[in-house]
């Protein structure tokens, strides 16, 4: 075991385990102390070798270890640096990690569109809490941006290449989830980017998990786009007997109307169980499902507005469905 220190909070970890791991365990301990998890965009820890792309969760290491103290001369990846005993870590409290981290955040958004009015993506996407918590409001950047033609690389699934920052988790996904991959990164540098095998399109049981994996708006639901924004509709928990997955799901529902069903996502915006396509396109019926009851949103999401709160701590709940007992409805809190 190793006893690390991320902007003074100590926490004891198994050895091997990643700072950014170390951090998240802080952060669950205590939801008071999330402030110490630095903010990812590639890393997925249902991923093997996922992480270490996009650089969004640096860090500053002030002390090595007991062994050693020396810090280490330059911010590192939290999500690929595992702790030593007596290291110490800061991330919130350190301004020159802030300010590296704004120039990652302005990084990603050079070739990036602000087209967030029209993006199914909006009010759940990570790219938009990094620009908002680190960003600025005008670039620097003077070049003409980079744009790709929206294009289907399947029934289900809608590409806007202008809208990715090339985190590799789809790639990721397809390699371990899926059988047969057949789309991944072409090209390198600026000009890199996501693309499928000429005249093929992805067509698993499993491929529409990349649209839960993306952290931006470049990978979407066909049957889902321009439907509604995500903070009208309701999250609920739901499960159906499936041979293929856990089907375990969150539906979405705006009335008695299934607009979306998508995997459940934990408090680092990951899911839990990866669902088949199955469940997730063709089971669009509200009496396909056991409805389990409303989904807890984070008060910082932009869902959880307008919906219900009970308790001195201030709970935020969906409103139930039509075929949740009557238990499960709650008044509006009121205002003060």
Same mark, same amino acid.
């Given at each position: ?11 004891? =970890? +198994?050895? &091997?385990? @990643?700072?950014?791991?170390? $951090? ?5 301990? #205590?939801?008071? *102390?999330?402030? =110490? ?37 330059? +911010? ?34 050079? #070739? ?10 909006? &009010? ?22 980079? @744009?790709? *033609? ?5 029934? @289900?699934?809608?590409?806007?290449? @202008? ?21 991944? =990164? ?7 980017? %996501?693309?499928?095998? %000429? ?11 990349? %649209? *839960? ?35 375990? =799901? ?42 389990? &009851? ?16 009970? &308790? ?9 469905? +039509? #075929? ?8 509006? $809190?009121?205002? +003060?």
């Amino acid at each position: 075991m190793a006893k690390v220190t991320i902007d003074n909070i100590e926490i004891e =970890v +198994p050895d &091997g385990t @990643t700072i950014l791991q170390a $951090a998240r365990m802080i952060g669950e301990r #205590n939801s008071a *102390d999330r402030h =110490v998890v630095p903010p990812t965009m590639c890393y997925y820890s249902k991923l093997e070798g996922s992480g270490g792309y996009c650089r969004s969760c640096l860090v500053k290491v002030t002390k090595g270890s007991e062994r050693d103290p020396r810090p280490m001369p330059k +911010p590192v990846a939290s999500c690929r640096t595992a702790v030593m005993d007596g290291m110490v870590v800061e991330n919130s409290i350190n301004a020159e990690v802030r300010d590296v981290r704004a120039g990652v955040t302005e990084f990603l958004l050079i #070739n990036h569109p602000l087209d967030c009015p029209i993006c199914d993506q909006a &009010g759940e996407c990570h790219l938009q809490d990094l620009s908002y918590e680190h960003g600025v409001s005008t670039s620097r950047y003077q070049f003409e941006r980079r @744009t790709f *033609d929206p294009i289907d690389i399947g029934e @289900t699934i809608k590409l806007h290449m @202008t809208r990715c920052i090339l985190c590799y988790r789809c790639v990721k996904v397809a390699e371990q989830i899926t059988d047969g991959r057949v789309h991944g =990164v072409i090209n390198r540098g600026d000009v890199a980017e %996501i693309s499928t095998y %000429i005249e093929q399109a992805i067509d698993n049981d499993f491929s529409g998990n990349v %649209i *839960d994996v993306c952290p931006v708006g470049a990978l979407t639901d066909r049957t889902f786009r321009f439907s509604s924004r995500v903070w009208f509709t309701k999250p609920m928990d739901a499960h159906r007997n499936c041979d293929k997955c856990s089907g375990k =799901v969150a539906i979405w529902l705006k009335g008695q109307e299934v607009l979306r069903v998508t995997g459940r996502k934990d408090q680092w915006g990951e899911v839990d169980e990866f669902i088949c396509n199955t469940c997730r396109f063709e089971k669009k019926e509200l009496s396909d499902w056991v409805v389990e &009851g409303p989904r807890n949103i984070d008060r910082h999401s932009v869902i959880s507005q307008g919906h219900y709160v009970i &308790g001195p701590k201030q709970k935020v709940l969906d409103h139930p469905a +039509p #075929n949740v007992p009557e238990l499960a409805r709650l008044k509006p $809190a009121k205002k +003060p």
